[in-house]
């Protein structure tokens, strides 16, 4: 059952604490996304992955940061320096992220983490 | 100007009416055009997508792209109760990323 998961689904964290969301897909898919989305706003792109080993910042990246040492992993860190975390984080997978019109980079979501700053 | 912009409602139908959804786009290079259907709490569900200029049905759903004037739509007809969702429209930015616009909420009357 192929799919994307994300963990967990409700996260709280105290100030000056460090966190890691977890995201993991079975998709074969190359390419993986971090979201983040705030009540009555649209997705804002805040790291993306092309291959393993690789990452691009996207434009919200202070405060955050990701690894992607497996294809199918691609866990995002929300450190103590992101002032205002409490938000709802999607993460994503695409076969590529060519975006020439090909199909191929089609973005399909996991269930989304929330985190709130207690 | 924002690079994803939408009419974020609320856009209220009767059920079996016919709901229009538009977004305008600022990158006159994107190629990739996607329809993502989000209920309330939950993540975005991929609805369709397009790439080329005319329209693209699949089932209750058309989506409509015109590149020259920089828009893209989506209709849905014969709207039901279950449709009643917020719609985001994305597009394939300048870094070949997608950028989305802040989405149409949309509710169907029964």
């Known amino acids: 059952d192929g799919g994307i998961t994300q963990s967990p689904k409700y996260l709280f964290r105290k100030e000056g604490q460090n966190v890691t969301l977890s995201c993991e897909q079975n998709l074969n898919h190359d390419a993986m996304y971090w979201y983040r989305q705030d009540p009555g706003q649209g997705l804002r792109l805040i790291y993306y992955s092309q291959i393993v080993n690789d990452f691009q910042k996207g434009d919200i990246a202070e405060g955050y940061s990701v690894s992607r040492e497996k294809k199918e992993s691609f866990p995002l860190t929300v450190t103590s320096a992101q002032k205002n975390p409490t938000a709802f984080y999607l993460c994503?997978?695409?076969?590529?992220?060519?975006?020439?019109?090909?199909?191929?980079?089609?973005?399909?979501f996991g269930p989304g983490t929330r985190l709130t700053v207690l | 100007q924002k690079e994803v912009e939408q009419n974020s409602g609320p856009l209220s139908v009767p059920e079996g009416a016919i709901a229009s959804l538009n977004c305008t786009y600022s990158d006159r290079g994107s190629q990739s055009f996607f329809w993502y259907r989000q209920y309330s709490g939950k993540s975005p569900e991929l609805i369709m997508f397009?790439?080329?200029?005319g329209d693209k049905e699949d089932g209750r759903f058309t989506a409509q792209l015109n590149k020259a004037s920089q828009y893209v739509s989506l209709l849905i007809r014969d709207s039901q109760p279950s449709d009643s969702a917020t719609y985001l429209c994305?597009?394939?930015?300048?870094?070949?990323?997608?950028?989305f616009g802040s989405g149409t909420q949309l509710t169907v009357l029964p």
């Open positions: 397009i790439y080329s200029n």
């Open positions: 994305a597009v394939t930015g300048p870094a070949r990323q997608l950028t």
């Open positions: 994503a997978s695409s076969i590529d992220s060519s975006g020439s019109g090909g199909g191929a980079d089609t973005q399909y």
